[in-house]
């Protein structure tokens, strides 16, 4: 079974450039989460989806980050414009309603330099 | 809000010894999951370990187990007979059973094996 695929592995961009993640998960699971992870520390969620809804993006930064999973399947993570604190990795993680305990897989993670 | 803490920022053991890993949390809720997750150079997020919150027993998979504390909020991990490919970053990580699926994440903690 292939697991979580994140593209792409890294990525650097100047200031006030527009970025974008793309996240695959797993075959068959419904909910997926991106998470941000920076230097030293733990992952935090951003947003987490049940299929193409966002259920809950409180800890998304709106103004500038925006996400979608249209056919509830794979999803794209978008930053417009990147400041210098958005230097972190981007982890996706996917799960299912179906699995109990419902355990998250998590994807490589992709790396982002703002430079 | 749950809030998860990990006191060692870095933790060092010899090849073949044991190393307890400390973590502990705030909570008021009485059902939840509390997780190890590691992380190596790799970045891919790897779960070590699940306790249930109802249960008793420590879990315990192969070489890795749990003290599980429920009244003084701690969940410290063990690693026996500890491995060079045990190198990685440890993070502790709470699920409330409310909903959501949401994982909270403490800082995390360096373990370096020496050979």
């Known amino acids: 079974e292939a697991g979580v695929v994140q593209s792409p592995r890294y990525k650097i961009i100047e200031k006030k450039q527009p970025v974008a993640f793309w996240c695959n998960p797993i075959s068959g699971h419904n909910t997926l989460y991106w998470y941000r992870q920076n230097l030293g520390q733990g992952p935090e969620l951003l947003i987490r989806y049940e299929n193409e809804e966002a259920v809950d993006d409180s800890q998304l930064p709106k103004d500038r980050f925006s996400a979608e999973r249209l056919k509830g399947v794979d999803s794209t993570l978008k930053i417009q414009p990147a400041e210098l604190g958005d230097s972190a990795v981007y982890l996706c993680?996917?799960?299912?309603?179906?699995?109990?305990?419902?355990?998250?897989?998590f994807g490589p993670g992709t790396r982002l330099t703002v430079t | 809000a749950q809030t998860v803490t990990q006191s060692q920022p870095e933790m060092s053991v010899q090849e073949a010894e044991t190393v307890t890993l400390s973590c502990t949390y705030d909570?008021?809720?009485?059902?939840?999951?509390l997780f190890w997750y590691k992380q190596p150079p790799s970045r891919q997020m790897i779960l070590v370990i699940r306790q249930e919150a109802y249960k008793q027993q420590n879990a315990t998979e192969n070489r890795f187990s749990v003290n599980f504390q429920k009244a003084a909020k701690s969940f410290s991990l063990k690693i026996s007979d500890s491995q060079l490919g045990d190198a990685a970053m440890y993070f502790c990580a709470y699920r409330s059973e409310r909903g959501g699926n949401m994982l909270t994440f403490g800082g995390g903690t360096r373990l370096m094996v020496k050979p």
């Open positions: 993680a996917s799960s299912s309603v179906r699995d109990y305990p419902y355990e998250q897989y």
């Open positions: 909570t008021s809720e009485s059902d939840y999951y």
